[in-house]
């Protein structure tokens, strides 16, 4: 699994790099292995800004500003808090000079071994939000659904995996 993430990896900073796009992270049940994901490949300072391990519910709310109310009505686990995760740590990272061009990923689920309250271990949303167009066109956040099987970290590891793989699918979808 390591060589195909360093590979998608090596390839989104290259993308990114290519679009003038920076990138940024907020992690729950991987905490931080997206991140390492990015900064094991060299030059990955030139992109990759950095990641907010909210991994609480409530840090989710105060470091990231996801909706509190959403956070105490359905948890964590959900796909509007992972698009709100994703929208919002592109904000939190973005600075006058990218002027917006921030790519945002999230994670967010259940790890296991059990599950949470209703919610199944293997259980896991991502998000991604794509920075505006050069032709104007608005910020997209989108978030999706994985069931995924195995042990947490094999959860916690196909996680990482599954965002590089959308990330991949979703910019070259954005391109056409």
């Not at 105490?72 to 919002?88: I, L, N, S, T």
């Not at 994985?146 to 979808?173: K, N, P």
Request: proline content about 5%; charged content about 20%; some cysteine.
């Amino acid at each position: 699994m390591q060589p195909q993430c360093d590979t998608l990896a090596a390839n989104i900073l290259e993308e990114a790099k290519a679009r003038g796009w920076k990138i940024a992270a907020a992690e729950s049940l991987t905490a931080g292995l997206l991140a390492d994901a990015f900064v094991r490949i060299p030059g990955a300072s030139e992109v990759f800004l950095g990641s907010a391990v909210t991994y609480d519910i409530n840090a989710k709310a105060s470091v990231l500003g996801v909706d509190a109310g959403l956070l105490r009505a359905e948890g964590a686990v959900h796909p509007e808090v992972a698009r709100q995760m994703a929208e919002r740590t592109a904000d939190l990272y973005d600075q006058p000079q990218y002027e917006g061009h921030v790519l945002g990923l999230s994670t967010t689920g259940v790890a296991g071994p059990g599950p949470d309250g209703d919610k199944p271990a293997g259980l896991v949303y991502i998000g991604v939000s794509v920075p505006p167009g050069a032709d104007g066109q608005a910020r997209e956040t989108i978030a999706a659904k994985l069931r995924l099987s195995g042990s947490r970290e094999e959860i916690r590891h196909l996680s990482v995996l599954d965002v590089l793989q959308f990330v991949t699918q979703f910019t070259a979808l954005k391109e056409e």
